[in-house]
């Protein structure tokens, strides 16, 4: 996969402020207030920073976190997993391959067939309805 690579002054002038302080700087939105939380919509949900399709909505589950929740990502090649230490806790941070975004973090606490959680910001997602990756390869 092609990286993509920006300054933070690039990266600065695509994204809202809310999304650069989460998949630039590893923040975290506020639990119930995201967009995708409770959202139903059928398609993939792409990264908000480079378009990459990350997750796709058959995967996507309520935790009950008040976080998008998804047991597994639309390709294992999507995402990248890195520990993470800090706020004291020991974590899995979760970042988009592509452009090293930010995402959210994964727990072995998911349902099956799984039994993973990919705990996501809707800050870092964009939604495109009905785009499911498998769609286009029938006629
Ligand atoms: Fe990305």
């Known amino acids: 996969m092609t990286k993509i690579i920006k300054t933070d002054g690039e990266w600065r002038k695509e994204l809202t402020p809310e999304q650069f302080r989460i998949l ?16 139903k919509g059928e398609g993939v949900f792409q990264c908000a920073g480079c378009g990459e399709t990350l997750f796709d ?14 047991f597994q990502p ?7 997993e890195h520990h993470d230490s800090s706020h ?19 727990f072995p606490d998911g349902p099956a067939p799984t039994g993973q959680r990919y705990c996501i910001n809707s800050a870092s997602l964009a939604f495109k309805e009905g785009a499911f990756k498998d769609a286009k390869e029938k006629p």
């Open 24 to 39: 630039r700087q590893k923040g975290t939105e506020r639990a119930f207030t995201g967009p995708y939380n409770a959202f």
């Open 57 to 70: 909505s058959r995967a996507k589950y309520n935790s009950g976190s008040g976080w998008p929740s998804f």
């Open 74 to 80: 639309a390709s294992p090649s999507a995402l990248e």
């Open 88 to 106: 004291g806790m020991q974590r899995t941070e979760i970042t988009c391959a592509k452009c090293g975004g930010h995402l959210g973090h994964l």
